[in-house]
């Protein structure tokens, strides 16, 4: 099978983007509490993530705690736990179709084509996962630099972009190129086999081919 260092990179890539996106899901530096007023020395720091709130004091003890109740949480932190969640069962379920078209495993025999199709679902579903990554860390983005900006709310409750949502970007952005490595070994899987077995064309003589034909109409003439 050719073109391997396409598919060894793109599992490699996509694995990395898996374990990102896994971070980025459990990590509760999404949103950190942010420093604008006059005074340089902060004994305490905020974290706000997708399932807990952590407190950090003087950089020695940090006391973190899950939410209480799922249904008193902000509708777009409900549906960013939803979208990551599915984020990280896609690039599970991606790696592991990925696995199975690898060309020493024989889930699938020697058939090279279904693998080079495996591959390629694999870069799918990877590019989906990138996908469903971004749409959460985005918009926590943009909530908080929205919120920064406005003149309406107290300097206290302001929040700066936490570490959580620049590996979600990073993750993005290796899942695309993984899954975008996985979809070329596919494509360039199929023009190999196309260019190495080329269909055969069949081409008649066109001075046999009228002689033939004047034969058959002459022998086929019936009389009632």
């Avoid at 996509?14 to 971070?23: A, E, H, R, Y």
């Avoid at 990590?27 to 720091?45: D, H, K, M, T, Y």
């Avoid at 990551?84 to 025999?109: F, N, R």
Wanted: net charge positive; proline share 4%; charged share 15%.
């Amino acid at each position: 099978m050719a073109f391997y260092p396409l598919q060894i990179a793109g599992l490699v890539l996509g694995f990395f983007g898996m374990l990102g996106t896994l971070g980025t899901t459990l990590l509760p530096q999404w949103r950190v509490s942010a420093f604008v007023g006059s005074n340089i020395i902060v004994f305490e720091r905020l974290w706000e993530g997708l399932w807990m709130n952590c407190i950090r004091q003087a950089k020695v003890t940090l006391q973190c705690k899950f939410y209480n109740s799922l249904l008193a949480l902000p509708p777009f932190l409900e549906a960013a736990r939803a979208l990551m969640c599915v984020a990280v069962a896609l690039s599970l379920i991606a790696l592991l179709v990925g696995i199975c078209g690898m060309k020493q495993i024989q889930c699938t025999g020697a058939n090279e084509r279904a693998k080079a199709y495996l591959l390629g679902t694999s870069g799918v579903l990877f590019i989906l996962t990138g996908i469903f990554v971004l749409i959460p860390v985005c918009w926590t983005a943009n909530i908080i630099i929205r919120d920064f900006y406005n003149p309406a709310i107290h300097i206290g409750q302001k929040r700066e972009l936490g570490a959580a949502l620049f590996l979600g970007w990073a993750s993005a952005a290796v899942l695309f190129i993984g899954g975008g490595l996985l979809c070329g070994f596919c494509c360039c899987n199929r023009k190999e086999r196309s260019h190495r077995y080329p269909t055969p064309g069949y081409r008649v003589p066109c001075a046999e081919g009228r002689r033939n034909v004047t034969t058959l109409d002459r022998t086929c003439t019936s009389y009632v």
